[in-house]
């Protein structure tokens, strides 16, 4: 089980440097995942519509980096008053620029991956022998 970590908003050696103090908070295992499912879709997402998105990230995780998204601006979380209760996600116009800054990285990535994969594959056999 994976476990959660608390972030602290300001590193205490460089506070006012923006750079390690957002990056710290979008740039852990799940954020882009989530930003880039909302963005994909277009449209709000229910929590469950994000696990089912999502499958190998935890309740708890999930729960948690959409607070911190949404503390941070990237999203906005709606509640319904309804029986049983329903809340949907939405991305912001920030985060629709963050991904716009991170999508050559991602692309970068789609077209690495197969390369890097095999590079991989190679060295841990050098590795073993």
């Known amino acids: 089980m994976e476990k959660e970590?608390?972030?602290?908003l300001t590193d205490i050696l460089y506070p006012d440097c923006?750079?390690?103090n957002i990056l710290a908070r979008v740039g852990d295992k799940w954020s882009l995942l989530i930003m880039h499912?909302?963005?994909s879709r277009n449209a709000p997402m229910r929590f469950s519509?994000?696990?089912?998105a999502i499958p190998d990230i935890s309740q708890k995780v999930l729960t948690s980096t959409l607070r911190q998204l949404e503390a941070d601006g990237f999203l906005l979380r709606k509640i319904y008053a309804?029986?049983?209760?329903?809340?949907?996600?939405?991305i912001t116009q920030r985060a629709i620029s963050f991904m716009e800054a991170c999508h050559p990285m991602?692309?970068?990535a789609i077209d690495n991956f197969a390369a890097i994969i095999k590079d991989?594959?190679?060295?841990?056999?050098n590795i073993t022998l």
């Open 37 to 39: 499912q909302l963005i």
């Open 49 to 52: 519509e994000l696990r089912k």
């Open 106 to 108: 991602v692309q970068w």
């Open 5 to 8: 970590r608390n972030i602290v």
């Open 120 to 125: 991989r594959s190679a060295s841990e056999r």
């Open 18 to 20: 923006p750079v390690r």
């Open 82 to 90: 309804e029986v049983p209760p329903r809340t949907e996600y939405t």
